[in-house]
């Protein structure tokens, strides 16, 4: 193999940059050229590529985002380009397939998620030669024990819940803090824990407002004037439904989750009686430098990605299962999202605990 194609699809996330330096530096031992695609699966349509060598990557290890760029819309099985809403969706595979040839790459690594993987697994389906490898904070992909920037998005919660903390005590009020995660608790329940939450809401988990309130009101009786909330965007409460901010058409999922933390608030300021505040936390957990452990899963990642395309093992995902990185078939990978087990052993902790989890 000469030369290959490495795209970072879906939402950013950190860690990103240590993938693509891992790739050109191990690329490089085997005198494999790498093409970056710029912006996700729109960059293989419009073929947008630049050459990555080591110039290109030096430096970029602690750097949070990708310098390839990327998108979250723009699937080139059903493209829509710049035309709106309004926009007939059309088949643009072969111009990526096309573009890939033009540029002399002989394989993809698809960095993404959910999304983006069910897009590559199209391809590989196409006859195209792809590895995937998983990425996103919400630790919801199959077959992978973790994913890079999940570490990174709960350290970034938690050191919010440890501010939230001395605010709250000072004010005797009850604080609210509304993270990402989308249908999966991972990033709620693990910072909730790190961070020393007295409730934790995840979807998984569906909630009787009823018992957090009674939760609130015995640690106030018990003389612990103020509690610690958090709740994942894709919690619900028991007979109901997620509460979505609005429909983002050209997306793999068009629902853009948001508001569950103001719901919440509202809901338990009429049982408690308690002054609330509410703290969406939001796109800082994409941004900022990865910690220690993203750095390292990422370089074991991307050197293991390159392994992969060496040997043939083409239609894989590399992933996390124990101490070791093995190979997964994409479509394992993407069957169905990964959502927190009520056996987990943290969630299994955070019971032990006393923390209220609304069931």
């Known amino acids: 193999m000469r030369k290959i194609a490495v795209l970072t699809g879906g939402g950013d996330c950190p860690g990103l940059n240590a993938v693509l330096r891992a790739v050109v530096k191990a690329a490089d031992r085997y005198g494999i050229e790498v093409v970056g695609v710029k912006d996700g699966f729109r960059g293989a349509i419009e073929g947008d590529f630049v050459p990555l060598g080591f110039g290109d990557v030096s430096g970029i290890l602690p750097r949070g985002g990708t310098i390839l760029g990327t998108t979250n819309r723009d699937n080139p099985f059903a493209y829509a380009g710049g035309g709106g809403d309004k926009a007939e969706p059309v088949d643009r595979s072969r111009d990526v397939l096309r573009n890939l040839e033009v540029a002399g790459a002989e394989a993809l690594i698809a960095i993404g998620g959910d999304g983006s993987l069910k897009i590559a697994l199209e391809f590989a389906e196409l006859g195209l030669q792809v590895i995937g490898i998983p990425k996103t904070i919400d630790n919801d992909l199959m077959a992978t024990d973790q994913t890079f920037g ?13 501010k939230l903390h001395s605010t709250a005590e000072s004010h005797h009020r009850v604080m609210i803090l509304e993270v990402m995660g989308r249908y999966a608790g991972w990033i709620a329940l693990y910072a909730g824990v790190a961070g020393g939450a007295d409730v934790i809401l995840i979807p998984e988990i569906p909630y009787d407002l009823e018992r957090v309130a009674e939760a609130v009101k015995r640690r106030a009786r018990q003389g612990k004037k103020f509690s610690i ?12 439904e997620m509460v979505v901010e609005s429909r983002v058409s050209g997306r793999p999922d068009p629902l853009k989750l948001g508001g569950i933390g103001a719901k919440v608030a509202r809901d338990l300021a009429t049982l408690t009686g308690m002054e609330n505040r509410v703290t969406v936390l939001g796109h800082l957990q994409r941004g900022g430098s990865p910690v220690a452990y993203d750095r390292l899963l990422a370089t074991r990642y991307g050197t293991a990605a390159v392994e992969a395309l060496r040997e043939g093992a083409f239609g894989t995902m590399v992933a996390l299962q124990g101490r070791d990185i093995v190979r997964v078939a994409l479509s394992d990978a993407v069957d169905k999202l990964k959502q927190v087990p009520l056996t987990d052993p943290v969630l299994l902790a955070a019971r032990s605990l006393g923390i209220e989890m609304g069931d």
Request: proline residues 4%; hydrophobic residues 50%; negative net charge.
């Open 229 to 240: 909330v958090v709740v994942a965007e894709g919690a619900k409460p028991l007979g109901g």
């Open 150 to 162: 999940f570490q990174t998005a709960v350290t970034t919660a938690q050191e919010a819940l440890d």
